[in-house]
T-cell receptor, first 115, second 115 residues
Framework: GDSVTQTEGQVALSEEDFLTIHCNYSASGYPTLFWYVQYPGEGPQLLFRASRDKEKGSSRGFEATYDKGTTSFHLRKASVQESDSAVYYCALSDGSTGNTGKLIFGLGTTLQVQP | NAGVIQTPRHKVTGKGQEATLWCEPISGHSAVFWYRQTIVQGLEFLTYFRNQAPIDDSGMPKERFSAQMPNQSHSTLKIQSTQPQDSAVYLC?????????????FGSGTRLTVL
């Protein structure tokens, strides 16, 4: 079945550091890829999505590029802030299974940014 | 727009008791999803309704778990004879439509603790 793998379980950085969170996926069709962010006590919320090969999604300084060749959608930010501390989830929605909109999530990466 | 509303925020049950979790989706949204969140398994898909009709319950444990959507303004997830391994945060989400690129809007979740 479809799956999403996030390499890093936890990432600890200082403010203004560069962030990379790796995401690789496995899907039978041509999925839409998402990054969601979850703050304590809240549900996940959409950061951005990409639906086509080489498409770049971006929001709030975060960005990721859909790479069908390497089946990846790595999250990057040039300069993190303490307020970016949260759990980040990579996810996919595979339209080949009936256009359901059901999301398959990775296990999440906890980002802790020190001031 | 109040977003997706889940009640209660916290529920504690004894082993063997029943738990009913409530979700009010965003008005006008046609798809409703239930997910379970744990440290070990992350975000697991449980079930999904489209225009109140059950579409995909492939993530629901076959025994003890059931979900309903009696009208467009609320959905319930019922767990009979709760077990300690059911302890988790249960998240409800809604989306405007059911395409594979749709944004899911999550509630803040219900934290279920089974003693």
């Amino acid at each position: 079945g479809d799956s999403v793998t996030q390499t890093e379980g936890q990432v600890a950085l200082s403010e203004e550091d560069f962030l990379t969170i790796h995401c690789n996926y496995s899907a039978s069709g041509y999925p839409t890829l998402f990054w969601y962010v979850q703050y304590p006590g809240e549900g996940p919320q959409l950061l951005f999505r990409a639906s086509r090969d080489k498409e770049k999604g971006s929001s709030r300084g975060f960005e990721a590029t859909y790479d069908k060749g390497t089946t990846s959608f790595h999250l990057r930010k040039a300069s993190v802030q303490e307020s970016d501390s949260a759990v980040y989830y990579c996810a996919l929605s595979d339209g080949s299974t009936g256009n359901t909109g059901k999301l398959i999530f990775g296990l999440g990466t906890t980002l802790q940014v020190q001031p | 727009n109040a977003g997706v509303i889940q009640t209660p925020r916290h529920k504690v049950t004894g082993k063997g008791q029943e738990a009913t979790l409530w979700c009010e989706p965003i008005s006008g949204h046609s798809a409703v999803f239930w997910y379970r969140q744990t440290i070990v398994q992350g975000l697991e898909f449980l079930t999904y309704f489209r225009n109140q009709a059950p579409i995909d319950d492939s993530g629901m444990p076959k025994e003890r778990f059931s979900a309903q959507m009696p009208n467009q303004s609320h959905s319930t997830l019922k767990i009979q004879s709760t077990q300690p391994q059911d302890s988790a945060v249960y998240l409800c989400a809604s989306s405007r439509d059911w395409g594979c690129a749709e944004t899911l809007y999550f509630g803040s979740g219900t934290r279920l603790t089974v003693l």
